[in-house]
């Protein structure tokens, strides 16, 4: 049973609109999620990560929201550029120093 | 500059063959991980260690075995490599500062 899913497999967006990823999980126990970004060929880069203290976190054109009552966050990308074209993964411990569970990725294609 | 070091990055192997591949990291992080990555789907959790002589299998059943007899160096051995075993394989270890991965290996079995 998957703890963190993606549901939505690929996203299609224009350069300079608003990308917006999502993430749903099953664990209330989570208290720390992660977004990760992924070319074909390489490893996944850290991104952007939100404490269950918090509900929203900030970093230049990345922030991700976080709604613990629906156990949801998403990330939002503005400006969204082509060089944002890659996989984005969520992802969270599943224990503090713990390995990280994944969620299935979504492919995100931005057009100029 | 990477901080994990995965080689090979591409690996073309025939059946039965055995392999190894190899992660080192020079940071002196404990904890460190190996996982799975078929396209469009999670990475899979196949093997972690906490320490040196620390080894777990993860989540994911695998056909893989690993060795951590040094703190920079987490090796990865598939003893008689199969068509199934064809897959990218990623290590990270983890440190205060968040989790670090490597570039990855990708390895295709004929």
């Known amino acids: 049973d998957q703890q963190v899913k993606q549901n939505s497999p690929s996203l299609s967006v224009q350069e300079g609109r608003i990308s917006i990823l999502n993430c749903d999980y099953t664990n209330s126990m989570f208290d720390y999620f992660l977004w990760y970004k992924k070319y074909p060929a390489e490893g996944p880069t850290f991104l952007i990560s939100i404490s269950s203290i918090k509900d929203k976190n900030e970093d230049g054109r990345f922030t991700v929201f976080l709604n613990k009552s629906a156990k949801h966050l998403s990330l939002h990308i503005v400006p969204s550029q082509p060089g944002d074209s890659a996989v984005y993964f969520c992802?969270?411990?599943?224990?503090?120093?713990?390995?990280?569970?994944f969620g299935k990725g979504t492919t995100l294609s931005v057009s100029s | 500059e990477a901080d994990i070091y995965q080689t090979p990055r591409y690996l073309v192997i025939g059946t039965g063959k055995k392999i190894t591949l190899e992660c080192s990291q020079t940071m002196g992080h404990d904890k460190m991980y190996w996982y799975q990555q078929d396209p469009g789907m999670e990475l899979h959790l196949i093997h972690y260690?906490?320490?040196?002589?620390?080894?777990e299998k993860g989540d994911l059943s695998s056909e893989s075995t690993v060795s951590r007899i040094r703190t920079e160096h987490f090796p990865l051995t598939l003893e008689s490599a199969r068509p199934s075993h064809t897959s990218q394989y990623l290590c990270a270890s983890l440190s205060g500062q968040g989790y670090t991965f490597g570039s990855g290996t990708r390895l295709t079995v004929v």
């Open positions: 260690s906490y320490g040196v002589n620390s080894t």
């Open positions: 992802a969270a411990p599943h224990q503090a120093g713990t390995a990280l569970i």
